[in-house]
């Protein structure tokens, strides 16, 4: 007898939230943001369900989807505000504010899939490899997107650099 | 100068960390998902009856369209051919011109067995608006009227239960409140679930209008479950989906008429009143232990109400796991159809 997808599911969404909002809120630079971004991940997952290949480890397709509706998501609400102030992308370098914050607000200044590879490679632990596949780019693509999110961090956070000595040293 | 890398790992954590977030908001996922979960799946009642756990007294008890009176017929009655061949004329007469979106409304009743060893009603509204054009978007509504005891025995228990006003079950979260109704936006290119196979709306309107030929296309199309174990169930389940739910063309409609015509064991049990009052033809068919209804308007050529097949075997009796018997379906939803095109906009579903 078929179990009800509902129950696997329902089991799945708790286990997921934890696991994955987190990484949302990093994609996309806001904790209210990163919870409706997730819900509609999961709402959408659910059209999957009852279909998914058992193989596949639907926490990785979750986290594809958030990476991928992050992106076309922020593509949309750009061109509808485009004209509207450009929030939340503040200079980091602005007053006195904590690293995890001046972090936020440079990584909010990155473009979406730049700042998804950084996140990837470095919070996730991913390879560049790992992370094209994620991607569904090539690694050439995601060497580009590395170096430029780099380039631009290293403006934008000025602590968090290292000199050159530091850096051979290291 | 280069970037400290491990320094970007860390702080990145501290960022991620320190944020306190909501727990799992699973009701309002489950909310977001279960219209789509108890559309694709109300036809026949596909799964639900493979989940479904039936007394066989309570069987006898539910009846499609219980409670209706019948209405007086001619001397010979038309069998059940004649009535499903003349809603294939009504389908062909039926206007053609497609609007902006196709409005499939269903409502649900079904019954649950609680705990406590009594039965509630659980009554919903879906609504779909699947988009005909490829720049729009699909839209559900769906509408919750609420569960309450299915008969005034099942209501005395209920009060001897303390009168709850909530149950749950699982997934599943029943309360006698109705809630407001709601419609959402629904990615879906417009196309329809046969069983679980998604079909799209190209596919759908490049069907063969020949019912051989439908039958063909569903046993090829659809991902056979335990419900449909036969061929024939695979055919009802076909014509069912093409009639109640997906936007078909006329002639394939008349089609699935036809299909339906030449099953075995299609009888005409007689003029009904369905439980949105309206009045069709109740058509059974039976062929070995499986049996179907539906109730069809034969002038207009539409499916009014579906039932799929029953179980009738009682899984929890005597079960050391009765908490997860609590819920279980007691038999598949009476679905109530209404069909028709609209230029929209999607509106919340009301229950007129």
């Not at chain 2, 499939?104 to 705990?115: A, D, H, I, P, S």
């Amino acid at each position: 007898m078929r179990e009800d997808p509902l129950v696997s599911f329902t089991a799945f969404v708790e286990a997921a939230w934890g696991r994955h909002v987190r990484l949302a809120l990093l994609l996309c630079g806001d904790p209210h943001r990163a919870e409706d971004l997730l819900q509609d991940c999961l709402v959408a997952l659910y059209r999957r369900w009852g279909r998914m290949d058992t193989a596949r480890d639907p926490h990785a397709y979750l986290r594809r989807m958030l990476v991928h509706r992050n992106v076309s998501r922020w593509r949309r609400e750009r061109r509808e505000t485009l004209t509207a102030q450009a929030p939340e992308v503040a200079d980091p370098r602005a007053g006195m504010v904590e690293p995890h914050e001046q972090l936020r607000r440079a990584l909010m200044a990155l473009p979406t899939r730049q700042r998804a590879v950084v996140v990837l490679r470095y919070y996730l632990d991913m390879s560049e490899r790992q992370v094209a596949e994620e991607l569904g780019c090539t690694v050439g693509t995601v060497k580009t997107h590395h170096s430029r999110a780099m380039t631009r961090l290293r403006e934008l956070l000025p602590d968090f650099t290292l000199s050159a000595k530091e850096a051979t040293t290291q | 100068m280069m970037l400290d890398e491990q320094r970007l790992t860390s702080v990145l954590h501290e960022l991620a960390d320190r944020e306190q977030f909501s727990p799992p908001p699973t009701q309002r996922v489950l909310d977001r998902v279960r219209p789509r979960a108890t559309a694709a799946r109300r036809r026949v009642g596909w799964s639900l009856a493979g989940t479904g756990v039936l007394a066989a007294a309570a069987a006898a008890a539910l009846v499609l369209g219980a409670g209706t009176a019948p209405v007086p017929t001619p001397d010979r009655a038309p069998t059940g051919q004649e009535i499903l061949l003349a809603a294939a004329e009504g389908a062909e007469r039926a206007p053609a011109t497609p609007k902006r979106y196709w409005v499939v409304k269903t409502t649900l009743v079904v019954r649950y067995l609680v705990n406590a060893g009594y039965h509630v009603t659980d009554r919903q509204v879906v609504q779909e608006w699947k988009a005909q054009l490829p720049r729009d978007l699909s839209w559900t509504g769906s509408l919750n009227l609420g569960a309450k005891p299915s008969t005034p025995d099942d209501e005395a228990a209920w009060r001897a239960d303390g009168s709850p006003t909530e149950w749950r079950m699982g997934p599943v979260r029943l309360s006698t409140a109705s809630e407001s109704a709601r419609v959402v936006e629904h990615p879906t290119g417009g196309g329809d679930y046969f069983g679980e196979s998604e079909v799209s709306l190209a596919e759908i309107r490049a069907l063969p209008a020949d019912p051989e030929a439908l039958k063909r296309w569903g046993e090829r199309r659809i991902n056979r479950q335990s419900i449909m174990p036969t061929d024939t169930d695979v055919h009802f389940a076909t014509a069912i989906t093409l009639l109640t739910s997906a936007p078909a063309a006329p002639a394939v409609r008349a089609a699935a008429f036809r299909l339906l015509a030449s099953l075995p064991g299609v009888r005409n049990e007689g003029k009904v009143r369905d439980a949105l009052g309206r009045t069709g033809t109740r058509i059974v068919v039976a062929y070995g232990d499986r049996q179907h209804e539906a109730i069809v308007d034969e002038a207009a050529g539409q499916i009014l109400a579906s039932k799929g097949n029953r179980e009738p075997r009682n899984d929890c009796a005597g079960s050391d796991q009765q908490d997860r018997c609590d819920g279980k379906v007691t038999g598949v939803p009476d679905s109530y159809f209404e069909v028709e095109y609209s230029d929209g906009p999607p509106r919340p579903p009301t229950t007129r």
